[in-house]
């Protein structure tokens, strides 16, 4: 133990993948050895067919390991591009179960597979990078030249890992996201420790290079990156508020809780509210912000992390999408194109039309702190979430079994992205970190008026409201044709039903009680966390 503590991070890289690769191979020859079909592994379901592919690819990269080990020998390229054939065919495998059903209701042995492949495949081409050269490596000079990380070779093993964290969920409970996670620390930590490159910029157009400031996190190796000091705090459109929602300064728990059990109208139960306040200690907002990209870029290994972002004004409008693209990609190409030097225009600057006519991209609803735990640290669930809060006001077949904890999702994009209205099965408390959003909430007593959607192409749409807001206010166009989804007497009829509204600062909690119908619009690149809990 202390000699792997005292080791160096690559060193305790490698025997962390040995380790692994190790425990594959052992679990797989379990299951073809058993003559019970019943194995407790997950990966007994996948036939043993496939779970014999993977043994033996497991245990040539064992052999490889060992070999490298005594002879600094490294396997020849046509060993390598057969392992890495066989374990993306697995992973093509296992990728085409996933159509086949809903992920809910997808056999874990699948995520598995994927995960343990892609596993294998990380380990497999960390050995066989150029830059691990020698029985042994050591913290040295000797030692950061040994282990440069090639711009290539590191997106190549950050990709493989995060594929498994996003599409399979990182499935295993003997390894899945935990040694992913793991791995991933490990090789930031030699990333870290490597003389910085000119080619490891992930922002790949011409830059502008601003000397970053000193500050309390740690910068990541090369310690000049084309982008500005912040984002953006432009707002091309920010509509009016109406008919504000009540604020208050920061709440005790106890008082919140009496809040949500004292309602003024016992049959709506309590009502939205804006707590100012409650997260402004947040390392997110102060010794870690947020609004910097360079710290952003710094937990992302330079923006090589993978994130899914959907494509599209909203995901109830044509033409929508999803994409899996790099946090540098995302950052450069669609939060704020600024920061990758893009040409300095004062027409740009104020939302011109040219650039209204950039694809809108968001990530939404997703467990980024699940996938990337650094910026987990950097936020605190609330204490009202771990309050009593009361059932649905007008449905009690909308309340779900309780969770065990809050279920966090990250929210970030440019100005221009929309949540369409639409109603959640939780109680929500949705805290702005980074930029403003306009808020939107119509009461659940109204639910009949909302003109919910149903089924849409095989899902079920009935939480989604088929009007939208930013239409009907005029503030976005839409073509002739979804124009002409409502007669006018629709149009008028919603536009007499009662809301609330606000606009979200850095630094606010909203609180959206389950039932109430909410859409949401960024107005400036923002930042946001919601936390579901009942």
Excluded at 65 to 83: C, F, G, M, V
Excluded at 426 to 450: D, F, W
Aim: charged residues 20%.
């Amino acid at each position: 133990m202390d000699k792997k503590t005292s080791s160096s991070p690559a060193q305790q890289l490698l025997e962390f993948c040995a380790e692994a690769v190790s425990a594959i191979h052992n679990e797989c020859d379990s299951i073809i050895s058993s003559a019970d079909e019943s194995s407790e592994s997950s990966l007994a379901g996948c036939g043993p067919a496939l779970v014999d592919l993977l043994s033996r690819q497991a245990r040539q990269i064992t052999t490889y390991y060992r070999d490298s080990q005594s002879a600094n020998t490294h396997p020849a390229k046509e060993k390598q591009s057969l392992i890495l054939k066989r374990l993306d065919d697995i992973i093509s495998i296992s990728y085409s179960k996933f159509y086949a059903f809903l992920f809910k209701d997808l056999p874990v042995c699948w995520r598995q597979l994927y995960t343990d492949a892609s596993i294998l495949k990380f380990c497999f081409n960390l050995l066989a990078t150029s830059y691990l050269q020698g029985p042994t490596i050591e913290r040295s000079e000797g030692y950061r030249q040994h282990f440069n990380l090639a711009h290539s070779d590191l997106t190549e093993l950050i990709k493989t890992l995060d594929l498994a964290l996003i599409l399979a969920g990182g499935a295993g409970e003997q390894r899945g996201r935990c040694w992913m996670n793991k791995a991933l620390e490990l090789l930031d930590a030699v990333w870290r420790e490597t003389p910085p490159r000119t080619d490891a910029l992930v922002l790949e157009r011409p830059v502008k290079r601003l000397k970053l400031p000193q500050a309390s996190y740690l910068a990541p190796p090369n310690n000049e990156i084309g982008i500005g000091d912040a984002f953006s705090k432009i707002e091309p459109f920010t509509p009016p508020v109406k008919h504000p929602i009540k604020q208050v300064d920061s709440l005790s728990m106890e008082a919140f809780q009496t809040y949500m059990d004292k309602p003024q109208d016992s049959r709506l139960g309590p009502e939205p509210l804006i707590i100012r306040g409650t997260i402004q200690d947040w390392p997110a907002l102060t010794t870690n912000p947020w609004t910097k990209p360079s710290y952003l870029l710094s937990q992302t290994f330079d923006g090589r992390r993978l994130v899914p972002i959907e494509i599209g004004r909203s995901y109830v409008d044509e033409g929508w999408g999803q994409r899996i693209v790099t946090f540098g990609e995302f950052l450069g190409e669609y939060i704020d194109p600024s920061l990758v030097g893009a040409k300095d225009s004062p027409d740009d600057e104020n939302g011109s039309p040219s650039a209204q006519k950039r694809s809108t991209a968001y990530l939404a609803q997703h467990p980024l702190f699940t996938q990337l735990p650094a910026l987990r640290k950097d936020i605190l669930v609330p204490d009202y979430c771990y309050t009593a809060p009361p059932p649905h006001p007008t449905d009690p077949s909308m309340d779900q079994p309780e969770l065990d904890e809050p279920l966090l999702n990250a929210w970030f994009g440019p100005p221009g992205t929309i949540t369409p209205l639409h109603t959640d099965p939780y109680h929500n408390i949705l805290t702005q970190v980074v930029g403003r959003k306009y808020v939107r909430l119509y009461s659940p007593l109204a639910t009949e008026r909302m003109q919910a959607r149903g089924k849409e192409n095989g899902i079920e749409m009935g939480n989604t409201s088929m009007m939208d807001v930013g239409t009907l206010e005029g503030w976005d166009t839409v073509s002739d044709a979804e124009e002409s989804q409502h007669t006018k007497e629709e149009i008028a009829a919603f536009r007499e039903v009662p809301f609330l509204d606000c606009i979200l600062e850095p630094g606010d909690a909203l609180y959206i009680p389950i039932g109430w119908w909410h859409y949401v619009r960024g107005l400036s690149v923002s930042f946001s966390v919601s936390f579901w809990w009942n």
